[in-house]
């Protein structure tokens, strides 16, 4: 057999590194320059590979393609591909993956879920591995060790090409609009991909939703074989003492709010979902208690990052989207001076607007070309500043705040109009912003 892979990033050279580890002949291309440290793991392991364009030839002459999940299917390479087989790296990889998988996607959250529930079984002591979309791809996971669990967390990119694989426990958290020039502006072609989720899934499987999406809960009759369903809330109600109950066919546990250190209800949500993954799979009720407060969470999302003066400043770098600003200014009572913008995706800022007037006392706009937010924010005659320089920005942001109040960056946009990615982005605010409280001190 012989596997070509499109793309030598993380997905591409994991999947090549799982197919040279079966034995199999692989070559990689690739239509830029792949990173120094995939292209000297392709040495090492003596795969061959191309870089800076693809030699239609030599992948024409493949069995089978897997293509990296960036690549979407109307790629003029994928086009000239006619009868051979195209996959993606998580449908190759489960493959030959011999534990059970928690898959976890969802427009918003799923990497704080993922990374949950990892931690909730690793604190069971499972030979549990984090996977997909956060961390090492699934296929280089399969080269370094044999899981019990392999958490994955998957984006639409990488459920659009399945037709085999299956989770066990599944859990899809919401629906919101995100990546749709990736699908021509159709919200039912993104809600599609998202819900191939459930494709192969039987009802010895396990499916975690959002009760009150409604796009999950109109798919969901259309299904022929359904797994077990476990609808969750997103507000849960408390019962008299205080506690949010959890009962299943083969679990029954409770959990305080002080339980879950996360910030905001979306992540009260989060962690529901993630006790009720880790539950099913069975880690005791003991353990989940113990083990939900220690976690903090992950870097750009709601991150509390210094209080210079007095005002608590948070990187929330990672809300790219408008569900997720969304959620991230619906957690704070105090008055927010709020940095958004960079790339604006075609947003619809309306929903926004309600909240920004009740929360937001001023707006600082972050980005190359801030018009859009400009213009959406404009009638509430809040105070709008703009700005292409993040330091500009804090500064700004600090004059306007007082003691007591919030700094809040959570853009609404893509970020590569003056950072590298989300992370570089926030990493920035949260140098500038210790540089800042760090001299407030002296």
Known sequence: MRLVVLGGGESGTGAALLAKQQGIDVFVSDAGIIQADYKNLLITNQIAF??????????????????SPGIPYEATIIKQLHHIPI??????????????????????????????IYHLLHAADFHVALAGNIGYSFAKCL??????????????????????FKPNIACLLNITLDHLDRYHDSIEAYAKAKLNLLRNMTPLDHFIYHKADPITTQY???????PQLHPIV????????????FNGHSYAFS????????????????AMVAATAAALAGVSSKIIATALPKFRGLPHRLEWCGAPQGIDCYNDSKSTNIASTTAALLSFNQPIIWIAGGIDKGNNYSPLLPIVQERVKAIICLGKEN???????????????ETDNLSVAIDRAVAIALPGEVILLSPACASFDLFKNFE???????????????????
């Open 50 to 67: 191309e870089e800076g364009g693809h030699t239609v030839e030599k992948i024409q002459s493949a069995d089978e393609v897997i293509k």
């Open 87 to 116: 996959i993606d790296e998580i449908e190759f990889a489960a493959r030959y993956a011999k534990g059970r998988i928690i898959a976890v996607t969802g427009s918003n959250g799923k990497s704080t879920t993922a990374q949950l």
């Open 143 to 164: 080269t370094q060790s044999i899981y019990d669990y392999y958490v994955l967390e998957l984006s639409s990119f990488q459920l659009e090409g399945i037709k085999n």
């Open 220 to 226: 969901l009759p259309t299904q022929k074989i359904l």
């Open 234 to 245: 997103s507000s849960p109600i408390c019962s008299k003492n205080g506690l949010f109950r």
């Open 255 to 270: 959990m305080s709010r002080e339980q879950i250190a996360l910030l905001g209800r979306h992540n009260q949500y989060n």
């Open 371 to 385: 018009s859009p937010i400009m213009k959406a924010f404009h009638p509430l005659s809040l105070p709008i500043e």
């Open 424 to 442: 570089d982005r926030g990493n920035q605010f949260k140098e500038k912003v210790s540089a800042r409280a760090m001299a407030s001190t002296l």
